[in-house]
T-cell receptor
Framework: GNSVTQMEGPVTLSEEAFLTINCTYT??????LFWYVQYPGEGLQLLLK???ADDKGSNKGFEATYRKETTSFHLEKGSVQVSDSAVYFC???????????WGAGTKLIIKP | DTAVSQTPKYLVTQMGNDKSIKCEQN?????MYWYKQDSKKFLKIMFS???????INETVPNRFSPKSPDKAHLNLHINSLELGDSAVYFC?????????????FGPGTRLTVT
Protein backbone atom coordinates (compact mmCIF):
# COMPACT_ATOMS: atom_id res chain seq x y z
CA GLY A 1 0.00 0.00 0.00
CA ASN A 2 0.90 3.67 -0.17
CA SER A 3 2.81 5.14 2.75
CA VAL A 4 4.99 8.06 3.82
CA THR A 5 7.87 7.86 6.29
CA GLN A 6 9.35 10.96 7.89
CA MET A 7 12.32 11.36 10.17
CA GLU A 8 11.35 11.33 13.78
CA GLY A 9 11.45 14.57 15.71
CA PRO A 10 11.91 16.77 17.39
CA VAL A 11 14.63 18.30 15.29
CA THR A 12 16.36 21.07 17.22
CA LEU A 13 18.57 23.59 15.44
CA SER A 14 20.08 26.98 16.10
CA GLU A 15 18.99 29.99 14.10
CA GLU A 16 20.66 30.25 10.67
CA ALA A 17 21.48 26.53 10.59
CA PHE A 18 20.85 24.38 7.51
CA LEU A 19 17.72 22.25 7.70
CA THR A 20 16.93 18.87 6.21
CA ILE A 21 13.82 16.89 7.10
CA ASN A 22 13.79 13.50 5.41
CA CYS A 23 10.73 12.07 3.73
CA THR A 24 10.54 8.80 1.80
CA TYR A 25 7.50 7.20 0.27
CA THR A 26 6.05 3.98 -1.05
CA UNK A 27 3.45 4.30 -3.75
CA UNK A 28 2.05 2.66 -6.83
CA UNK A 29 2.11 4.74 -9.97
CA UNK A 30 3.35 8.29 -10.02
CA UNK A 31 2.24 10.17 -6.92
CA UNK A 32 2.21 13.88 -6.29
CA LEU A 33 4.13 14.92 -3.20
CA PHE A 34 3.42 17.66 -0.68
CA TRP A 35 4.84 19.37 2.39
CA TYR A 36 2.37 20.94 4.79
CA VAL A 37 3.34 23.01 7.84
CA GLN A 38 1.48 23.44 11.11
CA TYR A 39 2.49 26.43 13.23
CA PRO A 40 1.72 26.25 16.96
CA GLY A 41 -2.00 26.48 17.67
CA GLU A 42 -2.97 26.59 14.01
CA GLY A 43 -4.26 24.33 11.26
CA LEU A 44 -2.04 22.93 8.53
CA GLN A 45 -1.18 24.90 5.41
CA LEU A 46 0.44 23.86 2.18
CA LEU A 47 4.13 24.76 2.07
CA LEU A 48 5.12 23.33 -1.32
CA LYS A 49 4.40 20.52 -3.73
CA UNK A 50 5.80 18.61 -6.71
CA UNK A 51 3.73 16.66 -9.17
CA UNK A 52 6.31 14.73 -11.21
CA ALA A 53 9.80 13.30 -10.96
CA ASP A 54 12.65 15.83 -10.75
CA ASP A 55 10.25 18.70 -10.04
CA LYS A 56 11.40 21.08 -7.33
CA GLY A 57 8.82 22.72 -5.11
CA SER A 58 9.80 25.89 -3.29
CA ASN A 59 8.23 28.46 -0.99
CA LYS A 60 9.38 30.78 1.84
CA GLY A 61 12.99 29.65 1.38
CA PHE A 62 12.10 25.97 1.66
CA GLU A 63 12.77 23.54 -1.18
CA ALA A 64 12.11 19.88 -1.89
CA THR A 65 12.98 17.84 -5.00
CA TYR A 66 10.92 14.86 -6.12
CA ARG A 67 13.43 12.01 -6.49
CA LYS A 68 11.82 8.97 -8.02
CA GLU A 69 15.00 6.88 -8.01
CA THR A 70 15.28 7.18 -4.23
CA THR A 71 11.51 7.63 -3.60
CA SER A 72 12.28 10.71 -1.55
CA PHE A 73 11.06 14.28 -1.10
CA HIS A 74 13.37 15.79 1.53
CA LEU A 75 12.62 19.28 2.80
CA GLU A 76 15.54 21.73 2.98
CA LYS A 77 16.17 25.32 3.99
CA GLY A 78 19.48 27.07 3.92
CA SER A 79 19.09 29.27 6.99
CA VAL A 80 16.28 28.67 9.46
CA GLN A 81 14.65 31.27 11.68
CA VAL A 82 12.90 30.99 15.03
CA SER A 83 9.63 31.59 13.18
CA ASP A 84 10.13 28.32 11.27
CA SER A 85 9.44 26.37 14.46
CA ALA A 86 6.47 24.19 13.58
CA VAL A 87 5.43 20.63 12.72
CA TYR A 88 6.12 19.63 9.12
CA PHE A 89 4.09 16.94 7.35
CA CYS A 90 5.04 15.11 4.17
CA UNK A 91 2.13 13.68 2.17
CA UNK A 92 1.37 12.01 -1.13
CA UNK A 93 -1.55 11.40 -3.44
CA UNK A 94 -1.68 9.08 -6.40
CA UNK A 95 -4.49 10.98 -8.09
CA UNK A 96 -6.68 7.91 -8.20
CA UNK A 97 -8.23 8.36 -4.80
CA UNK A 98 -9.70 11.08 -2.71
CA UNK A 99 -7.31 11.40 0.15
CA UNK A 100 -3.79 12.38 1.03
CA UNK A 101 -1.52 9.80 2.64
CA TRP A 102 0.20 11.59 5.53
CA GLY A 103 3.50 11.12 7.25
CA ALA A 104 3.64 11.23 11.04
CA GLY A 105 4.93 14.80 11.14
CA THR A 106 8.30 16.14 12.28
CA LYS A 107 8.48 18.79 14.96
CA LEU A 108 11.11 21.46 14.29
CA ILE A 109 12.44 23.64 17.11
CA ILE A 110 14.68 26.59 16.27
CA LYS A 111 16.59 28.18 19.13
CA PRO A 112 17.79 31.79 18.97
CA ASP B 1 -12.24 36.94 6.20
CA THR B 2 -11.52 33.49 7.62
CA ALA B 3 -11.47 30.88 4.84
CA VAL B 4 -12.29 27.81 6.95
CA SER B 5 -13.79 28.41 10.37
CA GLN B 6 -14.69 26.00 13.14
CA THR B 7 -16.72 26.39 16.30
CA PRO B 8 -16.06 25.97 19.10
CA LYS B 9 -12.29 26.32 19.39
CA TYR B 10 -12.24 24.51 22.73
CA LEU B 11 -14.70 21.93 23.98
CA VAL B 12 -14.48 20.35 27.42
CA THR B 13 -17.12 17.79 28.28
CA GLN B 14 -17.76 14.68 30.30
CA MET B 15 -17.82 11.07 29.18
CA GLY B 16 -21.14 9.97 27.81
CA ASN B 17 -22.21 13.38 26.56
CA ASP B 18 -23.14 14.21 22.95
CA LYS B 19 -21.46 17.18 21.25
CA SER B 20 -21.20 18.82 17.84
CA ILE B 21 -18.46 20.73 16.06
CA LYS B 22 -19.38 23.06 13.23
CA CYS B 23 -17.34 23.94 10.16
CA GLU B 24 -17.90 26.52 7.46
CA GLN B 25 -15.82 27.47 4.43
CA ASN B 26 -16.22 30.58 2.30
CA UNK B 27 -13.86 29.50 -0.49
CA UNK B 28 -16.53 28.04 -2.76
CA UNK B 29 -14.90 24.62 -2.53
CA UNK B 30 -16.77 21.43 -3.38
CA UNK B 31 -14.95 19.09 -0.99
CA MET B 32 -14.70 19.15 2.79
CA TYR B 33 -12.92 16.90 5.28
CA TRP B 34 -12.74 16.04 8.95
CA TYR B 35 -9.41 15.02 10.46
CA LYS B 36 -8.46 13.89 13.95
CA GLN B 37 -5.02 14.82 15.32
CA ASP B 38 -3.83 13.00 18.42
CA SER B 39 -1.44 14.22 21.09
CA LYS B 40 1.57 13.04 19.05
CA LYS B 41 0.40 15.17 16.10
CA PHE B 42 -0.55 12.10 14.05
CA LEU B 43 -3.19 13.10 11.51
CA LYS B 44 -6.02 10.75 10.57
CA ILE B 45 -8.68 11.35 7.93
CA MET B 46 -12.16 10.61 9.21
CA PHE B 47 -14.64 11.73 6.56
CA SER B 48 -14.85 13.64 3.32
CA UNK B 49 -17.82 15.09 1.48
CA UNK B 50 -17.98 16.24 -2.13
CA UNK B 51 -21.00 18.33 -3.05
CA UNK B 52 -22.81 17.04 0.04
CA UNK B 53 -22.06 13.41 -0.87
CA UNK B 54 -19.95 11.24 1.44
CA UNK B 55 -16.84 10.04 -0.43
CA ILE B 56 -14.48 9.02 2.37
CA ASN B 57 -15.66 7.19 5.42
CA GLU B 58 -12.66 5.75 7.22
CA THR B 59 -12.82 3.24 10.04
CA VAL B 60 -14.36 5.50 12.62
CA PRO B 61 -16.73 4.47 15.41
CA ASN B 62 -20.32 4.99 14.37
CA ARG B 63 -20.67 7.35 17.34
CA PHE B 64 -19.21 9.90 14.92
CA SER B 65 -21.64 11.21 12.33
CA PRO B 66 -20.88 13.91 9.79
CA LYS B 67 -23.61 16.07 8.34
CA SER B 68 -23.35 18.37 5.34
CA PRO B 69 -26.38 20.64 5.04
CA ASP B 70 -24.84 22.41 2.05
CA LYS B 71 -21.51 22.65 0.21
CA ALA B 72 -20.17 25.29 2.57
CA HIS B 73 -20.84 23.45 5.81
CA LEU B 74 -19.72 20.15 7.29
CA ASN B 75 -20.58 19.42 10.89
CA LEU B 76 -19.40 16.60 13.11
CA HIS B 77 -21.66 15.12 15.75
CA ILE B 78 -20.23 12.79 18.38
CA ASN B 79 -22.45 10.61 20.57
CA SER B 80 -21.53 9.04 23.90
CA LEU B 81 -18.14 10.68 24.15
CA GLU B 82 -15.23 8.57 25.44
CA LEU B 83 -11.87 9.52 26.93
CA GLY B 84 -10.12 8.36 23.74
CA ASP B 85 -12.02 10.93 21.71
CA SER B 86 -9.89 13.67 23.26
CA ALA B 87 -7.93 15.20 20.38
CA VAL B 88 -7.81 18.17 18.06
CA TYR B 89 -10.33 17.94 15.23
CA PHE B 90 -9.61 19.79 12.00
CA CYS B 91 -11.98 20.66 9.24
CA UNK B 92 -10.50 21.26 5.78
CA UNK B 93 -11.73 22.02 2.29
CA UNK B 94 -10.38 21.75 -1.25
CA UNK B 95 -11.44 22.76 -4.72
CA UNK B 96 -11.59 19.21 -6.04
CA UNK B 97 -12.14 15.81 -4.64
CA UNK B 98 -8.79 14.15 -5.20
CA UNK B 99 -5.87 14.69 -2.90
CA UNK B 100 -4.09 16.60 -5.67
CA UNK B 101 -5.86 19.79 -4.72
CA UNK B 102 -4.52 21.96 -1.91
CA UNK B 103 -6.40 21.48 1.31
CA UNK B 104 -7.23 24.52 3.43
CA PHE B 105 -7.47 23.78 7.12
CA GLY B 106 -9.48 25.41 9.85
CA PRO B 107 -7.87 26.39 13.16
CA GLY B 108 -8.96 23.20 14.90
CA THR B 109 -11.25 22.31 17.79
CA ARG B 110 -9.54 20.95 20.88
CA LEU B 111 -11.88 18.40 22.46
CA THR B 112 -11.17 17.27 25.99
CA VAL B 113 -13.28 14.50 27.47
CA THR B 114 -13.09 14.10 31.24
Amino acid sequence: GNSVTQMEGPVTLSEEAFLTINCTYTATGYPSLFWYVQYPGEGLQLLLKATKADDKGSNKGFEATYRKETTSFHLEKGSVQVSDSAVYFCALNTGSNYQLIWGAGTKLIIKP
Amino acid sequence: DTAVSQTPKYLVTQMGNDKSIKCEQNLGHDTMYWYKQDSKKFLKIMFSYNNKELIINETVPNRFSPKSPDKAHLNLHINSLELGDSAVYFCASSQGQTGLYEQYFGPGTRLTVT
